[in-house]
């Protein structure tokens, strides 16, 4: 079956850099891909998606890149913030109806 | 416009009880996912419910049951307790027919069980 894994459970970056979240996914049949993230005691909050006929798409401070061939998804926080300290989970979805999340990256941001 | 609803927050129960989650959807969300987090993990699919069918189930043994409601609400049941079933159990809501596209999460209820 699909799995989803993250290349580092941890993540700590200096305020004002910028950030990259890795993905890795196993079904090439998967052709929805989303982040979300996580604050203490809160439910997953959605932050951008990407369908499989894209390779690129960016929203406000964020950018989500896609590379089928190699299976990979990241996330790009641009010049981040105290605020965006959090966990960050990848899902994906193979036109079913679950999504198949990943274990999550802790995003730890340095003042 | 209100956000994916959960009740309760937290919930303390002992091995062999049974317990009912709630949730309410968003506006005009027609579809809810029910979520298993354990501490430190990614969430992981229980089911799905649409036109108050179950429309896909997740690894989860059948002592987890759960039922939806016309108004699209949606309750999730626990039989049996175990220790196991600790976790933080997530509703997830989506747009008519868009199943597991688009989905927005509730702040969670707190399963404890000892």
């Known amino acids: 079956g699909e799995s989803v894994g993250l290349h580092l459970p941890t993540l700590s970056v200096q305020e004002g850099d910028n950030s990259i979240i890795n993905c890795a996914y196993s079904n090439s049949a998967s052709d929805y891909f989303i982040w979300y993230k996580q604050e203490s005691g809160k439910g997953p909050q959605f932050i951008i998606d990407?369908?499989?006929?894209?390779d690129k798409r960016q929203g406000q401070r964020v950018t989500v890149l896609l590379n089928k061939t190699v299976k990979h998804l990241s996330l790009q926080i641009a010049a981040t913030q105290p605020g965006d300290s959090a966990v960050y989970f990848c899902a994906v979805t193979d036109s079913s109806y679950k999504l198949i999340f990943g274990s999550g990256t802790r995003l730890l941001v340095r003042p | 416009d209100a956000g994916v609803t959960q009740s309760p927050t937290h919930l303390i129960k002992t091995r062999g009880q049974q317990v009912t989650l709630r949730c309410s959807p968003k506006s005009g969300h027609d579809t809810v996912s029910w979520y298993q987090q354990a501490l430190g993990q990614g969430p992981q699919f229980i089911f799905q419910?649409?036109?108050?069918?179950?429309?896909q189930r997740g690894n989860f043994p059948d002592r987890f049951s759960g039922h939806q409601f016309p108004n699209y609400s949606s309750e999730l049941n626990v039989n049996a307790l175990l220790l196991g079933d600790s976790a933080l159990y997530l509703c997830?809501?989506?747009?008519?027919?868009?199943?597991?596209?688009?989905?927005?999460f509730g702040p969670g209820t707190r399963l404890t069980v000892l």
């Open positions: 997830a809501s989506s747009f008519p027919g868009q199943g597991a596209y688009e989905q927005f």
């Open positions: 419910y649409y036109e108050e069918e179950e429309r």
């Open positions: 990407i369908r499989s006929n894209m």
